[in-house]
């Protein structure tokens, strides 16, 4: 089967015109275009000086028109540059029913013999005719997104992301878990900005967003609310939202407070982080929205007294989850954060000395709607600490077992907030930072140095314990810079513990298949150059459920990843047509490919297989596991690979060599750099372009092996997400080589990378003695 | 003032102790941060002037001053440093391997030597034990009670029914041939030159 390939063209007749370009002598002084016009066989050939002037494309129009052409190649500089612009010049015809032979960056700029750059080109533009009789007309596919989208996360990240949506006109969901919005920031007390050196109340700060997010007519918010699942399909996200009880209804309640008079449960409350306790029936806290009680049923009696107390009849005991179906075009995952468990490093005995606390929950005693009502004092007494102890990098920069390697970027900013603030209140208060380095990147350096002008003190080492000696704690630490064994005595040690990811988080990556980094947070699509995308098209993420960070970083990132989602609602997506689609008449509805898709692009819909445009990358792995062979690539991908090869190996002479080159656009790129750059490589390679390697075959591959090709070279980007699995099957495609009677060792992986292009030309040298070498 | 050439190759030391057989951590000494956490923890450095991580610091350094350094002779092999350390080094298993370099330049003779006594017991009756040398430390250390035990070891062991601690002759000269064959003798005697 690998030797006849019948190449199914609909019409066999095409008429198929070639238009050359000597590009100002830079083609034309190597390649020698009278005896490239007359050694091409094809319906119209005609060369010009500047093929991509607005004269040239006159020419072609009129070509293409007056000849009655049917497909056009156009053998000039590299589609890289120009392909846009004679997909434009081939107007009436189909964009997709050109290609470019490109004789500049892969023949005359890279080889310096004129007869063998000749052949070269003969068979490059030999290669073009093939490939496009295969091409087919398309169109690019648009989605229409639907202008709606999902927040998922009601912190501060998800309530700027879900404002500033339904600000540019985006009707929002915002869901949030919990029986109220306004996440980590309303346990945080104070906050402060490096350019004002003073601490301004957290909650005064967030509370404006809250109350217009709240007002704001296209949000929708949806509290003690979670998702179950998502499927995105043509645009679409279809969601299931898990809506749990009040038992209050919010449309009633006061909020008097009378009910939490009558309740007789009492238990720790979460919101302060366990500092206080609350009842059973609670507001979390005093601007929570919405602004109604709540009753926590894990603890709550059912003895009903609230009930019978609560003036508007406003509580209900009885009350089941609810379903919530909800459709949108866009998802915005703000799913936030959690601290690292102090339990986990029982050497700073956290859980045995009343006085070993975090800062977070240094934050509740200090924020004046805490336990203490902004009062600092002991939790073991009360009375003002005299000194204050705290330690840095609590579960951050820690390789051991459950801690986290990364910095977690905000704890010295914290440790040093909350120390200024100390300071300020008590200055007979002493307090020592036990810090590994101080980083407070940017203007932060201003409030460092303003922590040191009012007296905060800097130790640097590490603590490798907190004891209790007589009424005392005590760190032990080494005072690096004055290389001594310490001991500090101390009457509360705080301790700066790493931010990690949240429970959230990893549900609602599991449950969209986004990817995760190694540390657990929402991955982005690529950390530098792709912020806020994630992996599933149309899911963005901001805040720290991408990594750690502070407010404004995480209120920056919310605005960047609406801005993304403004950018899909307006404009649609607009989508490469080369995806899969699927013979209906021969699947037998296996479902091998469903479970084979890294992208997730195919589903079952009224029993047929159904691929989403928007999600399918076009990899063509589904091909492979097809039995039926019921899928295939839209525009003839399959066979354009194949007429390609086959007119790359057309006209082969005698003791000629030709190496097939595959390359996708990383890889392309690379190989016109070396073009630009002048550098040179044997005549024997010749470039094909693909859009994901994964797409070229063990059949294509054995098929040029079989039919001339004396080697074949694939290019991979270690970036592309299908690296790992091209890489797996190169040795199994080597099996097979030899299955067929021939040496493996034709066949080359190796990994491009755009800047590399030196090294690339370097392979392809490497590879070509090594194949001339070769005698089997 | 000290002058850091270009040439240097301050991690000539540190790459030593890494491929050291010994060392069991891969590249952790190469991720010391210095913070400290091991010498805050370290009853050496409670005790005395030695400094885990100051001795790290010089290894990172390349100073080679470490190996003839007294103070590495105050680690206790407790190993909390090794269980700590917050990047993954072993400051105890650098030190040790410290040591060995020392006493295989014969700069550690004095730090060393007291334990020759150890050896001449095996030689002398066989086994393993606590030499003379050791005694006065132990006195002062235990109390009285400790030499009246240790002289009285075998009436103890007689009244309690065991037999005296002794070797057979016979043994004694196996082992001592065993021993000589292994050169230890020679070692211990480089030891007290
Ligand atoms: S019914 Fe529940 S919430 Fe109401 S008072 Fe009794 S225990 Fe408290
Ligand atoms: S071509 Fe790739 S992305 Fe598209 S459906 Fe097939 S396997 Fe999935
Ligand atoms: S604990 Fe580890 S990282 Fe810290 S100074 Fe000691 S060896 Fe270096
Ligand atoms: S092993 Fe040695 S260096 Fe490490 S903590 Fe114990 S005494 Fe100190």
């Known amino acids: 089967m690998y030797d006849k390939k019948t190449l199914n063209s609909q019409k066999l007749d095409l008429r198929v015109g070639v238009f050359i370009c000597r590009c100002g002598g830079n083609i034309s002084d190597i390649v020698d275009i009278d005896k490239l016009k007359s050694s091409i066989d094809a319906d119209v050939v005609e060369e010009f000086e500047n093929l991509c002037s607005l004269n040239g494309r006159k020419i072609i129009r009129d070509n293409i028109i007056n000849k009655e052409l049917d497909r056009v190649v156009i053998a000039s500089c590299s589609p890289i540059t120009h392909e846009k612009t004679f997909q434009d010049y081939i107007q009436p015809l189909n964009p997709y029913l050109m290609d470019m032979a490109n004789l500049r960056e892969q023949c005359s700029w890279v080889h310096g013999d004129m007869d063998k750059a000749t052949d070269k080109a003969i068979t490059l533009v030999n290669a073009s005719i093939e490939k496009v009789k295969q091409s087919q007309a398309v169109d690019p596919i648009l989605c229409q997104t639907p202008e709606s989208a999902a927040v998922i996360g009601g912190g501060i990240s998800g309530i700027s992301a879900a404002l500033s949506l339904a600000k540019q006109g985006v009707k929002t969901y915002l869901i949030e878990k919990k029986p109220s919005i306004g996440g980590n920031m309303v346990k945080i007390g104070k906050v402060f900005s490096p350019v004002k050196l003073a601490e301004e109340c957290g909650m005064c700060l967030l509370n404006p967003i809250m109350n217009e997010t709240v007002w704001h007519e296209n949000i929708e918010i949806l509290t003690n609310t979670k998702v179950l699942s998502t499927e995105r399909r043509a645009g679409n996200f279809s969601i299931l939202l898990e809506s749990n009880p009040r038992y209050v209804d919010e449309e009633k309640c006061i909020s008097c407070g009378k009910c939490i008079e009558e309740c007789p449960v009492e238990v720790p409350n979460r919101w302060d982080d366990g500092l206080s306790m609350r009842k059973a029936i609670y507001k979390p806290f005093s601007q929570s929205y919405p602004d109604a009680y709540t009753i926590d049923m894990e603890n709550c009696e059912k003895c009903g007294k609230c009930m019978k107390k609560c003036p508007m009849g406003a509580i209900y005991l009885k009350g089941e989850k609810e379903i919530v179906p909800l459709n949108v075009g866009a998802v915005i995952l703000a799913t936030g954060h959690k601290t690292f468990d102090p339990n986990l490093r029982p050497e700073y005995g956290y859980n045995r000395y009343a006085d070993v606390i975090t800062q977070s929950e240094l934050g509740r005693i200090m924020g004046v709607n805490g336990p203490t009502k902004g009062k600092l004092k002991m939790l073991s007494k009360d009375r003002v600490p005299r000194r204050v102890v705290m330690i840095q990098c609590v579960g951050s920069r820690d390789e051991k077992p459950d801690g986290h390697k990364y910095c977690s970027k905000v704890c010295c900013m914290v440790a040093l907030k909350n120390a200024n603030i100390i300071k300020h209140k008590y200055p007979d208060t002493d307090v020592i930072i036990c810090y590994t380095d101080m980083r407070t990147p940017g203007m932060y350096e201003k409030y460092y140095k303003h922590g040191q002008e009012n007296g905060i003190r800097l130790l640097r080492g590490r603590p490798g314990e907190v004891n209790k000696k007589g009424d005392s704690l005590v760190v032990r630490v080494e005072d690096t810079l004055q290389k001594k064994f310490t001991e500090i005595e101390t009457d509360m040690v705080v301790l700066s513990t790493a931010i990690e990811p949240s429970q959230g988080s990893e549900e609602i990556s599991k449950i969209m298949n986004v990817g995760i980094t190694e540390d657990m947070f929402i991955k982005e699509t690529h950390p530098k150059i792709k912020p806020v995308t994630t992996d599933v098209k149309g899911a963005y993420v901001c805040g720290t459920a991408q990594g750690p960070k502070d407010i404004t970083d995480s209120i920056m990132q919310a605005h960047a990843a609406a801005s993304k989602v403004a950018e899909i609602m307006n404009d649609g997506l607009e989508i490469e047509p080369f995806v899969a689609e699927i013979d209906d008449e021969k699947c037998n509805l296996c479902e091998d490919c469903i479970s084979i898709c890294k992208y997730k692009a195919m589903s079952i819909k009224d029993e047929m297989i159904y691929i989403d445009p928007m999600s399918c990358s076009g990899c063509g792995k589904c091909l492979t596991v097809c039995k039926p062979r019921a899928i295939n690539i839209h525009g003839n991908i399959d066979e354009k690979i194949f007429a390609t090869i086959s007119g790359m190996l057309k006209g082969k002479k005698e003791g000629e060599k030709r190496i097939l080159v595959f390359l996708d656009q990383v890889g392309y790129t690379a190989a016109d750099n070396i073009g630009v750059n002048r550098v040179d490589y044997p005549e024997s390679i010749y470039i094909i372009k693909v859009h994901s390697v994964n797409r070229v075959m063990p059949k294509h591959i054995i098929y040029a092996l079989k039919n001339g090709a004396d080697g074949v070279f694939i290019g991979e980007y270690p970036g592309d997400l299908m690296y790992q699995e091209v890489e797996n099957k190169m040795n199994q495609i080597r099996e097979e080589i030899k299955d067929h009677g021939m040496n493996p060792e034709r066949l080359q992986f190796s990994n491009v990378y755009i800047p590399y292009f030196r090294g690339l030309a370097n392979k392809f040298k490497e590879f070509d003695a090594k194949i001339g070498s070769m005698d089997a | ?193």
């Open chain 2, 1 to 193: 003032m000290d002058t850091i050439k270009i040439d240097d190759n301050p991690l000539e030391l540190a790459e030593k102790i890494v491929e050291d057989i010994k060392f069991s951590k891969e590249k952790g000494l190469l991720k010391c941060v210095q913070c400290g956490m091991c010498t805050s923890m370290c009853p050496g450095a409670r005790n005395s002037e030695y400094n885990p991580r100051a001795m790290i610091e010089k290894v990172l350094e390349g100073d080679e001053s470490v190996i003839s350094d007294k103070t590495i002779w105050n680690c206790f092999y407790c190993y909390t440093c090794h269980s700590i350390c917050p990047v993954g080094n072993s400051a105890c298993e650098v030190n040790q391997i410290l040591r060995q370099i020392a006493i295989s330049k014969g700069i550690a003779n004095e730090e060393v030597s007291p334990f020759a006594g150890f050896v001449d017991l095996m030689m002398d009756i066989g086994l393993g034990g606590i030499p003379d040398n050791f005694h006065q430390d132990l006195i002062r250390d235990i109390g009285k009670e400790w030499e009246e035990k240790n002289m009285n070891l075998n009436k103890i062991r007689e009244e309690l029914g065991l037999k005296p601690l002794e070797m057979p002759k016979n043994s004694i000269k196996e082992i001592r041939v065993l021993l000589k064959k292994t050169g230890l003798d020679k070692r211990v005697n480089k030891l007290r030159e």
